[in-house]
Structures are given as C-alpha cells and as structure tokens.
C-alpha cells in the first residue's frame, strides 16, 4: 500500500499565491501587427491578473517555488552539518531560479517570497531595523519539514502535464533524498509502481547495473568491494520488485552484458559503477508519462529516484539539483 493521497486537499496556499500574484500584477500582453502573419506568442492570451488565462501546472509551480524558497530559509537556520549545508544550497538556489525562469516564461507574475529583499523593504522601517533574535533549528527538523511535503507534493504531481511532470518529479526526488539526509528518511509503503510495461525501461537499466556491480566487486577488495557490494543488495532488492509489478510484460533477462575494459584500477571500477548507478533515474523519470494521475505509482518513482541519488552519492558522484535531467 502506497502513501495515502487525500481526495480534497486545501486550497488555502494556492488560493494564496493567485491572490498575491494578481494583487501585484496589472498589465496585459499584447500582440503585435503581425499577428496575422505569424503564429501568437505562447504568452499572446496570458492576462497577468487572471489566474484563469495562465499556462497549465502554474499553480503547481508556483507552489513548488514556494516549498523550496520555504526549504532554502529553514536551511539557513540549520546548526551543524555545515558541508551538507554548503553542499545542498546551491541545488535549492537553482530549483528556485529554474522554476521562476519556467514561470516568467510563461507570463505568470511571480509573488513576492516571504524574507526576499523585496518582502524586507515593504516592512515598516522600525521593525526592519530590529534585528529579530538568532533561531537554530537542528537538522533533523529540517529533514521532517521536507518529508510532512512529500504527500502534497506527490499529490501535485498527480495533477501536472506531461510538460513539467518530469520537472516536478525530479525536483520531489532530490527533496526526498535531502530528507534522508538530515536524518528522517521517508517511510515508503511498499512498491507499487510503476507496474506493467512502465516498469521495463527500469528493468532494462538494474538489470546490467546488477551484472556490473558484480563485476566490479568480484575485483574490489575491502572498502571499494564493500561500497559496491552495499548498492548492489539494494539495487537487486528494486530488481525482484520491479520485475514483479511488470509481471508478464518483463522480458528474459540476457545471459550477460558487455562492459568496457580493462576494470583494473579503482578509478576504471568506480566509473563504470557510477554510470551505471547514473542510469536509473533517466529511466524512472521517463516512466512518468505512462502512469501520469497515478499518485500511488509516482510515488514509486520518487521513491526509486530518491533512492538512486543515494546509491550514486554512495559511488562518490555529484549531486545535481534535478536527478534524471539536464537543467529545465
């Protein structure tokens, strides 16, 4: 049983952000004269203060930039953890700008974000010269924050176009994973998604990282080994699940894969781990588009997807501020 998605959700923070952004927003975007000649701009019909003529998912991204200008200021008051720290704002300062380039885009007002430097000059100058008392918070209570999100946030996904369905997937993925970082992993029900064929392109992708991490282990020794050996038990554990929520549509698994040669120094080894560990989550987001509206089946991607981070920062790779895709 998957997590639960609650059939009516509030409407208080999307009603918000409307608001906010019409409250603020009083221009029309207009043609040109050569309107006959050529097709309309994307943005030719967008009144900037009615929600109504906006391009779809803008109430989800705006939601979106809002959960991650809202991490970005809790991550501000995290003690302890500093290369973490260091190591994740980077990737929540592209998420935000890379969501409000998406939006602006698309002619959508953005509303002013609570603590930006415009929400600071709107204040009354007395208040804003008070400097407010130091708050601390430990990282565990940023990890709870991120996990409370994830049902509205996979509930979103539900909702979303095939356009920034994938956008929005990888972005839940990272802040599941950042989640287990700061210490409270999610508490995934079991897989059940994605099912039938959306399952095969993950097959085909496990199945030769299962072949590869066997390899490269059998010519590891110690700590290398371990570390291949501690993704490959949990990569197999995906493998039997996924083959069963293919069911009859998982093709026979070959005899054997080619991988390149020679594996005979750690560095050979460890790139031919990574990349294969570096496949998964392209191939979980590319499944999103067969069980769109299907909030139970997204959350196994997320799942698999926040997963893979894990297995990858385990080989040593890079995080990146959309797993799966290249910058939206």
């Known amino acids: ?34 309107t006959e000649r050529r097709p309309p701009a994307p943005t030719s019909t967008v009144v900037r203060d009615d929600p109504e003529t906006w391009p779809a998912d803008s109430d989800l991204l705006l939601a979106a930039r809002e959960r991650v200008h809202e991490a970005l200021i809790e991550l501000g008051h995290v003690q302890g953890g500093r290369n973490r720290v260091a190591r994740i704002q980077p990737l929540w300062t592209v998420q935000r700008e890379r969501l409000e380039q998406v939006l602006s885009l698309g002619g959508v007002p953005l509303p002013t974000l609570a603590g930006s430097p415009t929400d600071r000059q709107g204040r009354d100058e007395a208040a804003a010269t008070t400097a407010p008392a130091a708050r601390e918070i430990d990282q565990i209570d940023l990890g709870r924050l991120l996990r409370a999100a994830l049902p509205e946030t996979i509930a979103d996904l539900a909702e979303a176009t095939p356009t920034n369905l994938p956008m929005l997937t990888s972005l839940a993925a990272q802040h599941a994973d950042a989640a287990t970082q700061f210490g409270a992993s999610p508490s995934w029900e079991p897989l059940v998604g994605p099912e039938g064929a ?15 991490l066997e390899v490269v282990a059998a010519r590891s020794r110690e700590d290398e080994r371990a570390e291949y050996e501690l993704v490959l038990d949990q990569i197999r554990s995906l493998t039997r699940q996924l083959t069963t ?20 120094t750690e560095g050979q080894r460890r790139s031919l781990a990574r990349a294969l560990v570096a496949d998964i989550a392209p191939a979980a987001l590319g499944a999103t588009e067969r069980v769109r509206g299907n909030a139970d089946q997204l959350t196994g991607i997320v ?15 890079q995080e990146t501020p959309f797993p799966g895709m290249t910058l939206p």
């Open 198 to 212: 959306a399952a095969v392109p993950l097959l085909a992708v496990t199945r030769p990282a299962i072949f590869g």
């Open 1 to 34: 049983m998957s997590a639960v998605i609650p059939s009516h959700r509030p409407t208080t923070r999307r009603a918000l952000l409307r608001a906010l952004a019409a409250g603020g927003a009083v221009a029309v975007l207009a043609g040109c004269d050569e």
């Open 245 to 264: 929520l293919a069911g009859d549509t998982a093709p026979v698994p070959p005899l054997g894969y080619d991988l390149p040669e020679p594996l005979e």
């Open 303 to 317: 799942r698999v997807m926040a997963e893979s981070v894990l297995w990858a920062r385990t080989l040593g790779s």
